[in-house]
């Protein structure tokens, strides 16, 4: 079991500031992700595409031997974990649950919350936190611009700084303790959020999910002879250069049709 695969997947190139994280607590584990670019952006398609997006993605991390998978994603977590959790035997994590449990242990009360439309729309943060949190006040603002700008790999540009000050706009006359980037392609702004939000912890879902796993398994000591793979479901996209951007240096990329 422990030399299985780690799956993960995402819409694009987001998923992989998770990825980043995982992979720098565990060098030695082999992990398989998919980019769902054929679907991109997740943000704004309806709860059943989502579940059907996401189940393709799942069944072909489980066609690849994965001993558990990551939803390296905030929308495809806040539309479909549920379902996939019930559907699927491969133990499923989410961006959300471990993210829940940090806020609640640094017991923070005002936290807000940037996301793609979808996952605004299924109000999954405020309903989680709300759930495990007495008194606590979340602000939800929707971003819908950013993950496509992140995907052009537009995340230090004068357009960049533009549409992240108007979005974080509203939460100006509010004292946040914290700020859940809840779509993963976010931490690629985060350089830019903390200049406007300097007082107030930028939480990294990627790096939260990363502590909690450290926390909670054992490392694999032997160095893994497997490399990682990279599978996106439609080349016509950025995915290679904004994935070197990301992770600093050229990964191989397979094209896939999960249907
Ligand atoms: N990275 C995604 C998320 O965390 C999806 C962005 C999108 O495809 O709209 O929500």
């Known amino acids: 079991m422990g030399n299985r695969p780690i799956g993960m997947f995402d819409s694009g190139v987001g998923g992989l500031t998770v990825y980043k994280?995982?992979?720098?607590?565990?060098?030695?584990?082999?992990?398989?992700?998919?980019?769902?670019?054929?679907?991109?952006?997740?943000?704004?398609?309806?709860?059943?595409?989502?579940?059907?997006?996401?189940?393709?993605?799942?069944?072909f991390l489980i066609s690849k031997n994965v001993k558990e998978i990551i939803i390296a994603c905030g929308t495809a977590t806040s539309r479909a974990i549920d379902t996939l959790k019930v559907t699927y035997d491969t133990?499923?994590?989410g961006i959300i649950e471990p993210t829940v449990e940090y806020i609640k242990r640094m017991n923070y009360k005002n936290v807000g919350v940037i996301a793609t439309r979808g996952?605004?729309?299924?109000?999954?943060?405020?309903?989680?936190?709300?759930?495990?949190?007495?008194?606590?006040?979340v602000y939800n603002q929707e971003c819908p611009?950013?993950?496509?700008?992140?995907?052009?790999?537009?995340i230090?540009?004068?357009?960049?700084?533009?549409?992240?000050?108007?979005?974080?706009?509203?939460?100006?006359?509010?004292?946040?303790?914290?700020?859940?980037?809840?779509?993963?392609?976010?931490?690629?702004?985060?350089?830019?959020?903390?200049?406007?939000?300097?007082?107030?912890?930028?939480?990294?879902?990627?790096?939260?999910?990363?502590?909690?796993?450290?926390?909670s398994r054992e490392k694999i000591k032997?160095?893994?002879?497997?490399?990682?793979k990279f599978f996106i479901t439609d080349t016509q996209c950025n995915f290679e250069a904004v994935a070197k951007k990301i992770l600093g240096k050229d990964i191989k990329i397979e094209g896939i049709d999960v249907g």
């Open 222 to 228: 032997e160095n893994i002879t497997k490399d990682d």
């Open 145 to 154: 611009l950013l993950a496509p700008m992140a995907e052009e790999g537009w």
């Open 156 to 215: 230090k540009n004068e357009v960049a700084k533009l549409t992240i000050k108007e979005y974080l706009k509203n939460f100006e006359n509010i004292k946040l303790d914290a700020l859940i980037l809840g779509c993963t392609h976010y931490p690629l702004f985060e350089d830019i959020i903390k200049e406007y939000l300097p007082n107030v912890e930028i939480i990294n879902t990627g790096k939260v999910i990363a502590k909690q796993m450290e926390q």
């Open 91 to 93: 133990p499923i994590t």
């Open 119 to 137: 996952t605004i729309e299924s109000n999954s943060w405020k309903i989680n936190l709300d759930s495990k949190i007495s008194n606590i006040n």
């Open 21 to 59: 994280e995982v992979k720098k607590t565990f060098p030695n584990e082999q992990i398989i992700y998919i980019g769902d670019t054929k679907r991109f952006p997740y943000g704004s398609k309806t709860k059943e595409n989502i579940i059907k997006a996401s189940k393709r993605c799942v069944e």
